[in-house]
């Protein structure tokens, strides 16, 4: 297994270790593999220097990984110009708006992800999501409660979420089909 | 290869309900039981017309509240009433009183059977929900 060497500001550090592990990158003080965030003068030996942004921490660990994770744990989401950790388990549901696409979390953060909808209902979330309308996915651990309207539409309270999110017509078939009706 | 799918029950509906409108406006014409077979079609035109104006009312109702079934019930009280009331006047009641026992069994009758109905649609979907989350 490679092994790398992190290289990054101090402030940095912990959140990228973080997502080192989250991808399975072992990480090695002594390790000839550098990866040296940009804008970091690094002087020291080594045998191979890849150099990256902070922001695109994860396509890197996708690369480093050979391929993109399936089913990870953890997104990166941003938020007032700084990039968070998610533990995805914590994610009530996410919402497309425009070209930008945020989860919002139990509590009631909402963070900027670079996914769309569709990437990550293709393998990067894991089964305990669902997509309910053409904007937004849930995950069903956070549904509190399901609430059916007069014309089939269903309506699902969740966790950290104010107002309702209604799973459409077209959606509420394979909606109940995953519940087991 | 499926012969009778789906689609095909739906299609034997309008087949049936067109011949059975075709077979009426016929026996309107051409027989002596004009006035019954009119008001066969006056029944079905007011059903028609209570059926499109719940189509409207729902909608607008889930447009204005998209996350509160109650309006629903006002809107179902509402055709329960002009469903009622309009099939008990055309067919020849003109009491009040008598139209108003009837729109008033009508609707303890049909809000009762939704209450029941969607109770039981909401414990079962909440219940499959808590089984779901607790496999996952």
Request: glycine share 8%.
């Amino acid at each position: 297994m490679i092994r790398y060497r992190l290289i990054c500001a101090k402030k940095d550090r912990e959140l990228l270790e973080a997502v080192c592990r989250a991808h399975a990158i072992t990480l090695d003080e002594t390790a000839p593999c550098v990866l040296c965030e940009a804008n970091i003068p690094y002087a020291g030996n080594y045998d191979i220097l890849i150099s990256f942004k902070k922001e695109k921490i994860d396509a890197l660990m996708e690369c480093l990984a050979g391929s993109p994770r399936r089913e990870s744990s953890i997104l990166m989401g941003a938020s007032d110009s700084h990039f968070t950790p998610m533990e995805i388990r914590t994610i009530a549901y996410i919402r497309a708006c425009g070209n930008d696409t945020f989860a919002h979390t139990a509590r009631g953060d909402a963070y900027k992800i670079k996914h769309k909808l569709y990437e990550l209902e293709d393998g990067i979330l894991p089964r305990g999501f669902i997509r309910v309308n053409k904007s937004e996915i849930v995950n069903i651990r956070h549904i509190q409660k399901i609430v059916p309207m007069f014309k089939g539409k269903l309506v699902l309270t969740l966790a950290g979420c104010l107002h309702g999110v209604d799973v459409s017509r077209n959606y509420v078939k394979s909606f109940k089909e995953r519940i087991g009706m | 290869m499926t012969v009778f799918d789906r689609t095909s029950w739906i299609r034997l509906l309008y087949s049936l309900f067109i011949a059975t409108l075709i077979t009426l406006f016929a026996l309107a014409v051409t027989t002596e039981y004009t006035e019954a077979v009119w008001y066969i079609l006056k029944g079905m035109v007011a059903g028609a017309v209570i059926w499109g104006l719940g189509e409207c009312l729902f909608s607008l109702c889930e447009r204005i509240f998209p996350h509160s079934p109650a309006p629903g019930y006002g809107v179902l009280i509402l055709l329960i009433l002009l469903g009622t009331g309009g099939f008990g006047y055309l067919l020849g009641v003109r009491d009040t009183g008598v139209l108003a026992i009837m729109i008033a069994a009508a609707e303890a009758f049909g809000i009762g059977i939704t209450l029941f109905y969607r109770s039981q649609y909401i414990r079962t979907l909440n219940e499959r929900l808590a089984q779901i989350k607790e496999e996952l």
